[in-house]
């Protein structure tokens, strides 16, 4: 048995600035860690954000990524990127070889993304940073979700130096101002020299 959020907000197809956007829950006060284990946290609050994502996303949710020790391989994972993430629970293990995994720690507050890896008889979550930690995978270890994507804040933004006409049709905005809409913090500018 689990709990996991239900959907408040169905999806809404949107085209933003060429990104297929819905929204999506997020945990942005989780921060999943990619790198050492944070320190145990009360349980994040889930809001919505808008993120390029595909189809039904009412399995999957968004965390923002924290740490370097998956900035390697050939999918690197940065520090302040989107992770997209399926549930899995219920899978066995051996459909999750070699995937980027959410593992939820003893004690239920931290969150490591790892690789689910299998040695020497045995299973491991490790970095794809060589210089990140590896650790044994436990049974007291819950694997929550698998990586579907990762998307880089910069994937979100307009190229410098573009003109929003309609901020409202572009972005939902409905009045031009500093702020969050839709998960993002945006800066407005509005005059030359800003």
């Known amino acids: 048995l689990w709990i996991e959020p239900v959907q408040a907000t169905a999806p809404v197809p949107d085209n933003v600035i060429g990104f297929p956007r819905r929204t999506i829950t997020a945990y942005p006060d989780l921060r999943a860690a990619a790198g050492p284990a944070l320190d ?6 889930q809001e919505v954000v808008r993120l390029p994502v595909e189809g039904d996303v009412t399995d999957r949710f968004a965390v923002r990524v924290s ?3 998956m900035d390697g391989g050939a999918r690197p994972l940065h520090d302040g ?3 997209i993430l399926r549930y899995c629970r219920g899978l066995p293990a051996s459909t999750l070889v070699n995937r980027v995994v959410l593992v939820q720690l003893p004690g239920g507050g931290t969150w490591q993304l790892k690789r689910l890896v299998q040695r020497d008889g045995g299973w491991r979550l490790v970095s794809d940073n060589p210089e990140g930690p590896s650790f044994a995978a436990s049974e007291d270890m819950l694997v929550v979700a698998q990586l579907e994507r990762s998307i880089s804040p910069d994937e979100l933004a307009p190229p410098a130096g573009t003109w929003i006409a309609d901020p409202e049709a572009t972005f939902g905005i409905d009045a031009p101002s500093t702020g969050r809409w839709g998960g993002h913090l945006f800066v407005v500018v509005d005059a030359p020299g800003q």
């Open 67 to 69: 740490g370097n020790s």
């Open 81 to 83: 990127d989107w992770a």
């Open 40 to 45: 145990e946290a009360a349980p994040p609050e």
